[in-house]
């Protein structure tokens, strides 16, 4: 069989390398931990840890568990290993410190555990935050093997709606969204004496209200240390904020990563993408690559081209073993791309940026990188989310150049020139200044910040979001007219869900359909119900009519799915024939559980009603601001705003243009589009918003 021909259509992409020292560290350096690792130091050191107890590291507790031994060596090796000692004595000195180290140094496997090793802990558990649920996770599972316990004893994760954390978790990675919300209950994180935010540059909405929230509870507790980590962060920027903290470097890397450009820039990145992975496959060394993509179609796209490439290729090459990895992914499924692929094969992780920072995908010596990212901007004045394609910053090229490198030396594969890498922005933009703030703004207030306009912010928010989210949840009946926060404020803010959602619940006991919207809103929580393979999106869309469809709309179709697949026990065939995501609906009845449990706990009475109208006006209570009315031409308008809007594609709506309805957010792609939409009588909102349309529909 002939090997695999590059046609006129997929021209080779060429790369050339980049001069070295290209990738600068680019921070003052103000406190030097230099690192070394030598075999003789190395020999001695095991030895040493084995028999004796380091003055500053009492490493004897971790080190000496069963199973623990076997990482001993790797764990030394590492870069941080070497600064440990001084890393230690500086941070047993100031309140606050920034560790500033190469990606893959150690920072986050290593550092938590040198705190508890020299007992710094104080009995009490160190809390290390990530900003996504997939590195909390990987990373746990990765210290419990390092200090040989099982996940949930020693070491734990907790992310939103799934902790292993036991009484005897000492170490517990966790999302920063998890913290907060620990905040809410316990204002000044009395169960931890050390805090790491890990991943700081990242600069997501919760690790930065994180940062003005802590700064607080350090107030009040001088004696909590918090530890700010980052490969890539603006150091300086950073001290400033935390009141000149000192700023200290790792230095070194375990494994270097070459990077190479392309010497013009791409036009079809797709294309670039699908032609460099099968270079990388034909040419070079084995290893596992991760490719850097924007989103799940263009992930679809590139797999099913591989896949089918795969199957062309002469089979001295070995398979293409392609794993997905995207947030709409069920975690279960995202886990895959840990996992190992048959000997012989070659696996291509095909992600968006949810695999970017912290993460070690073992195996993986290439990496490809789009440099492109899907952002969310929101405008607070359409109250319109939009997910756009947009370059990377020069913090997430080097986040994602850093994935390589980690168990071995590693390639780059940048498909962008040199010259557009230097055009880059050096930082992301902070989530905060793009994002829709109402979520954020309902925890702040339950945390007791009622000043949110003058909160300590590293980079303030722009006026109109904070007011957009004030007017929301004012509107929602959560702030009374002075700002504080209401009664019906504090019950909403006991949910981990969207304010409109836990609206929309608490409404539901007096309407006597608890039982319905714990079940609606557990669908819109879960990622993508439906499994819908590339080639099948119009048969998927052709049963979901014909199976699950309400004449009210989606949410009550989401409701069908549930009833249907309950009733069928989650069979897999069942689910398999339905394109219905088993993992998807497996986490949908973990939500749905846990929110029961949390209306328990809340005095909330769990009823069932079979009444549509009373389902629906539950939504109306919560999702009143999110009314659109069909236009003499065809188009809708929110009563919000007077952009012109469509309904979803995928809605079951699509065909029918009732008058009014309600959706459950507006998106912007090519256009703007009302997704999860339901027929609504307008007296409804009336009754549930008096004031608010009042003011509105006229
Ligand atoms: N799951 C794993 N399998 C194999 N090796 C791992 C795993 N997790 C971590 N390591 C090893 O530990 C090293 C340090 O990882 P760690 O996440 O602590 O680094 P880091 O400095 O926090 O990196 P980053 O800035 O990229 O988050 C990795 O480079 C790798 O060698």
């Not at 006129?8 to 406190?31: D, E, I, L, Y």
């Not at 979520?439 to 980079?459: Q, R, Y």
Request: glycine share 6%; proline share 5%.
């Amino acid at each position: 069989m002939l090997g695999f021909q590059l046609t006129s259509a997929h021209a080779p992409v060429a790369h050339k390398a980049a001069p070295a020292g290209a990738v600068p560290n680019g921070v003052h350096k103000r406190t030097k931990v230099r690192s070394k690792s030598k075999k003789r130091d190395k020999d001695r050191a095991v030895k040493f840890i084995a028999e004796t107890q380091d003055a500053m590291i009492q490493t004897g507790p971790t080190y000496k568990l069963p199973g623990a031994e076997k990482y001993i060596k790797s764990r030394m090796d590492l870069p941080i290993y070497q600064a440990r000692v001084k890393l230690l004595l500086e941070i047993s000195k100031a309140p606050t410190v920034i560790v500033v180290g190469e990606t893959g140094s150690g920072k986050t496997t290593q550092l938590s555990q040198y705190i508890r090793d020299a007992g710094m802990d104080k009995g009490k558990m160190i809390a290390c935050t990530q900003p996504r649920r997939v590195a909390a996770v990987s990373v746990a599972n990765r210290v419990a093997l390092e200090t040989g316990c099982k996940i949930g004893s020693k070491v734990g994760y907790t992310v939103r709606f799934d902790d292993t954390t036991s009484r005897d978790t000492a170490l517990k990675y966790m999302t920063d969204g998890m913290l907060l919300r620990e905040a809410i209950s316990d204002p000044k994180l009395s169960r931890y004496s050390v805090i790491l935010l890990d991943e700081a540059h990242e600069r997501t909405l919760m690790t930065d209200i994180l940062f003005g929230v802590i700064k607080g509870v350090q107030k009040l507790r001088p004696e909590l240390k918090v530890i700010i980590m980052s490969a890539t962060l603006d150091a300086a920027k950073f001290s400033t904020y935390f009141d000149d903290c000192p700023v200290l470097y790792v230095q070194g890397r375990q494994y270097p990563v070459e990077i190479l450009y392309t010497i013009e820039p791409q036009q079809d990145y797709v294309d670039s993408v699908f032609v460099t992975v099968l270079q990388i496959h034909q040419d070079e060394k084995p290893g596992d690559i991760l490719v850097f993509l924007t989103g799940q179609e263009d992930i679809e796209n590139v797999g099913a081209l591989l896949q089918d490439a795969s199957e062309k290729l002469d089979p001295k090459f070995g398979k293409l073993v392609v794993r997905p990895i995207f947030a709409a992914l069920p975690p279960e499924q995202q886990m895959k791309v840990f996992e190992p692929v048959p000997k012989g094969s070659r696996k291509v992780v095909l992600a968006t940026n949810i695999a970017e920072t912290s993460i070690t995908i073992n195996g993986i010596r290439y990496v490809v990188d789009t440099g492109l990212v899907k952002a969310k901007t929101f405008n607070p004045n359409l109250s319109v989310e939009s997910l756009m394609a947009q370059p990377v910053s020069q913090a997430q090229a080097r986040q994602r150049t850093g994935r390589a490198g980690r168990e071995a030396p590693g390639v780059c594969y940048r498909l962008f020139s040199e010259d557009l890498f230097r055009t880059l922005d050096s930082t992301t933009t902070p989530e905060i200044v793009r994002c829709n703030l109402a979520s954020a703004v309902l925890n702040m207030k339950a945390m007791g910040v009622d000043d949110i306009i003058h909160f300590d912010f590293l980079d303030k928010p722009t006026t109109e979001s904070l007011r957009a989210a004030l007017m929301l949840i004012f509107s929602l009946g959560a702030l009374d007219a002075s700002g504080k926060l209401t009664t019906l404020g504090r019950r909403m803010a006991r949910f981990p869900i969207e304010p409109q959602l836990a609206k929309t619940l608490i409404s539901a006991e007096r309407l006597g359909c608890v039982e319905e919207i714990l079940t609606i809103v557990s669908m819109l929580s879960a990622p993508s119900i439906f499994f819908i393979p590339f080639n099948k999106r119009e048969e998927v869309d052709l049963s979901v009519m014909k199976e699950f469809a309400s004449l009210y709309g989606d949410h009550l179709t989401y409701l069908n799915v549930y009833k249907a697949y309950r009733q069928n026990k989650g069979n897999k065939t069942w689910c398999k024939d339905h394109f219905i995501n088993m993992k998807s609906m497996k986490t949908v009845l973990d939500t749905r559980g846990q929110l029961a449990e949390l209306c328990r706990k809340s005095n909330i009475e769990i009823r069932s009603s079979s009444d549509t109208d009373n389902i629906r006006k539950a939504l109306v209570s919560g999702f009143f601001y999110n009314i659109a009315v069909l236009q003499d031409d065809g188009t809708y308008h929110p009563v919000s705003n007077r952009t012109e809007v469509a309904l979803h594609p995928q809605s079951v709506l699509k065909g029918q243009k009732p008058k009014y309805v309600l959706y459950h957010e507006l998106v912007k792609t090519k256009r703007y589009y009302l997704r999860v939409a339901t027929v609504i009588e307008p007296e409804w909102a009336a009754e549930a918003a008096p004031t608010y349309f009042a003011r509105t529909i006229t």
